[in-house]
């Protein structure tokens, strides 16, 4: 994949990981997302997004169709649903060249995470989101990229 990486030459490089992800030794993965930032910021900067908030395990389409009208009953407490990110949590102190986005905040009030936003679905199953709702954080997150 460096290899790819090095052909495009980005003028950034924006990547993101499943916090679903466990580690044996976080030790260990912490260095090796360091490792493969080093080896790609002589060509870009790396942008580290926050992996989007959980749903706790619950069906999301289906839970909103079991609660018509009443999407906060699907909704997951802020603490649940924004399970700790490893790669996130690195990049905070991985050099100038690697920055991080929080879109949490387009997700989550200050004490629920929500299933419907701006009335567009976040989630079509447990855990991905919907093409529709990835769609609408483009402008946000181009906005929010802070490139050195």
Same mark, same amino acid.
């Given at each position: 994949?460096?290899?790819?990486?090095?052909?495009?030459?980005?003028?950034?490089?924006?990547?993101?990981?499943?916090?679903?992800?466990?580690?044996?030794?976080?030790?260990?993965?912490?260095?090796? =997302?360091?490792?493969?930032?080093?080896?790609?910021?002589? @060509?870009?900067? &790396?942008?580290?997004?926050?992996? =989007?908030?959980?749903?706790?395990?619950?069906?999301? *389409?289906?839970?909103?169709?079991?609660?018509?009208?009443?999407?906060? !009953?699907?909704?997951?407490?802020?603490?649940?649903?924004? !399970?700790?990110?490893?790669?996130?949590?690195?990049?905070?102190? !991985?050099?100038?060249?690697?920055?991080?986005?929080? @879109?949490?905040?387009?997700?989550?009030?200050?004490?629920?995470?929500? *299933?419907? &936003?701006?009335?567009?679905?976040?989630?079509?199953?447990?855990?991905?989101?919907?093409?529709?709702? !990835?769609?609408? @954080?483009? *402008?946000?997150?181009?906005?929010?990229?802070? @490139?050195?």
């Amino acid at each position: 994949m460096l290899g790819r990486i090095r052909a495009l030459q980005p003028d950034v490089i924006v990547t993101a990981a499943f916090v679903g992800s466990t580690w044996s030794d976080p030790a260990t993965g912490a260095e090796g =997302y360091r490792e493969t930032w080093a080896a790609v910021t002589d @060509l870009a900067p &790396v942008v580290v997004v926050r992996d =989007y908030p959980t749903t706790g395990g619950a069906y999301g *389409p289906e839970c909103l169709a079991k609660n018509p009208g009443n999407h906060r !009953a699907c909704s997951v407490p802020r603490p649940q649903a924004l !399970a700790p990110d490893l790669a996130f949590d690195t990049a905070a102190d !991985a050099g100038t060249s690697v920055t991080r986005v929080d @879109l949490s905040d387009l997700y989550c009030d200050e004490d629920l995470c929500h *299933p419907v &936003v701006g009335g567009v679905p976040v989630y079509w199953d447990a855990d991905h989101i919907t093409g529709t709702f !990835a769609r609408s @954080l483009a *402008p946000v997150l181009a906005g929010r990229l802070e @490139l050195p």
